[in-house]
């Protein structure tokens, strides 16, 4: 072989897509984990900057109770099977609790008077309920609105950034 | 403007085959036979052919080819035959970007996917509607499809008002395009699906989503409303105001809807995306 110039091409980058009542938890610092069209739903990402893991779960409903199938088959879809899950997964991978940044977005309402249908409230005072009761504080948070949302954890620095629907994506 | 004005003034009518819109009349009846269903279809030869094709792909996983249009409704059935044919001869006009809504490519025809399907989970769950499955799938793959002709109409002017209304001054989306224009997506639908001659429920149904009637009996608009809310719930909700739908409390209080009911739905929805996404690769 003829010994010429060496190019050094960075592999690109990974994206892990976490679909609705799904969860990534990864520790590849080369990827992005990203979720898409976050409306009433809420995404809750969770990162490291120590160990460089990090999780994006993309919870429908607050309360497994409606379904105890869908609780065990589904444990995603729920806030109060989803969010343990996520945190656990990142715990295995080597993550600090006490060092865990936590960013929520989501929760978009439908114009609901009466608020039967706010599921985006009802999601967002669920997963506070859980946090308080586990002593653990939102860092940065976007609730809310009349948009969808794509949410984007990058595992390389843990900065997370929000794009609704013709708009450029911003840091959240 | 009004609704008819608009269709009329509008260039691009999305174009459909005149065997679909066939197929679509028959569901007024009570009962339709295989054999209606295989004659509406043999009228159009382009419409055959994709839908044997979509018939020997991989996602029906038949053992043996199907090479004729009787063969197909007689092994799937009439309702999954229906289900198909909409699919094909709707799927290529709504998958175009829609711009003035910041909707891109594929996302309208996801939305009105996830839409039928749920309108199939609706019926099922609030069974005193008594609405048949194949009806209330056809509503909701249609319910949105005023946009097509509406977003030309919506100059970069409408465009900002709408907004403005939306975002300041709490309208929906539909009611910000009232107040501007003098007509909403829904009226548009229901003008463009009244000159294709379909059935009065069906124009209905498109034409009231955003404000169903419920007397002196619920009629077929309350299932695409509850249908589209419970699409959006679910995350099938495009365009940068996905979420600027007004819930018609009258429905919630006429049906007795309950949160936990709402969340059922809503789980339902998102079991049905599986078969959406089948859909999506047939069109």
Same mark, same amino acid.
């Given at each position: ?26 520790? *590849?610092? &080369?990827?992005? +984990?990203?979720?898409?069209?976050? %409306? #009433?739903? $809420? ?52 993550? *600090?609790? &006490?060092?865990? +940044?936590?960013?929520?977005?989501? %929760? #978009?309402? $439908? ?62 | ?283």
């Amino acid at each position: 072989m003829t010994p010429g110039r060496t190019w050094v091409i960075a592999p690109p980058r990974r994206s892990f897509v976490v679909g609705v009542a799904d969860m990534v938890a990864s520790n *590849d610092a &080369n990827a992005d +984990i990203i979720t898409y069209s976050l %409306g #009433s739903c $809420l995404g809750i990402a969770i990162y490291d900057p120590v160990k460089k893991v990090g999780g994006l779960l993309h919870i429908m409903l607050p309360d497994s109770k409606i379904d105890a199938a869908k609780a065990v088959s589904s444990p995603f879809m729920f806030v109060d099977t989803g969010v343990p899950r996520l945190f656990h997964s990142a715990y295995d991978l080597g993550a *600090d609790r &006490n060092r865990l +940044i936590v960013k929520v977005a989501g %929760g #978009s309402q $439908l114009l609901d008077e009466k608020g039967i249908f706010n599921i985006g409230e009802r999601n967002f005072i669920a997963l506070n309920a859980l946090f308080a009761l586990k002593g653990i504080p939102i860092h940065a948070k976007e609730v809310g609105g009349v948009s969808s949302r794509t949410m984007r954890l990058d595992l390389s620095n843990g900065n997370v950034t929000i794009k609704p629907p013709g708009v450029a994506a911003y840091p959240l | 403007m009004t609704a008819i004005e608009l269709v009329n003034k509008v260039k691009n009518l999305p174009p459909v085959s005149n065997a679909a819109l066939k197929l679509v009349s028959l569901l007024e009846q009570p009962a339709v036979s295989n054999d209606e269903v295989v004659h509406a279809l043999k009228c159009d030869n382009v419409l055959t052919a994709k839908l044997l094709r979509a018939c020997n792909s991989p996602y029906f996983g038949l053992e043996e080819p199907v090479s004729s249009v009787d063969q197909a409704v007689f092994i799937l059935g009439h309702q999954q035959i229906l289900h198909i044919v909409l699919t094909l001869a709707f799927g290529s006009a709504m998958v175009v970007p829609l711009p003035a809504y910041a909707v891109e490519a594929n996302e309208l025809w996801r939305h009105s996917l996830v839409t039928a399907t749920a309108a199939e989970s609706v019926v099922e769950s609030f069974s005193n509607l008594s609405v048949e499955g194949p009806v209330a799938f056809t509503v909701g793959l249609l319910h949105d499809i005023g946009k097509l002709v509406l977003s030309q109409a919506l100059t970069v002017e409408y465009q900002s008002e709408i907004r403005r209304l939306v975002e300041q001054n709490n309208f929906s989306r539909a009611e910000a395009e009232k107040a501007t224009i003098g007509t909403d997506h829904a009226e548009v639908g229901a003008q463009l699906l009244q000159s294709w001659h379909l059935p009065e429920d069906i124009v209905e149904a498109v034409g009231n989503h955003h404000s169903p009637l419920l007397k002196p009996r619920p009629r077929l608009s309350v299932v695409t409303h509850l249908a589209n809310c419970a699409a959006h719930l679910a995350g099938s909700a495009p365009g940068w105001d996905g979420y600027a739908v007004r819930v018609n409390e009258d429905v919630v209080k006429t049906l007795a809807i309950t949160p936990d009911r709402i969340d059922l739905l809503i789980v339902a929805v998102r079991d049905s995306f599986d078969k959406v996404d089948g859909f999506m690769t047939m069109s």
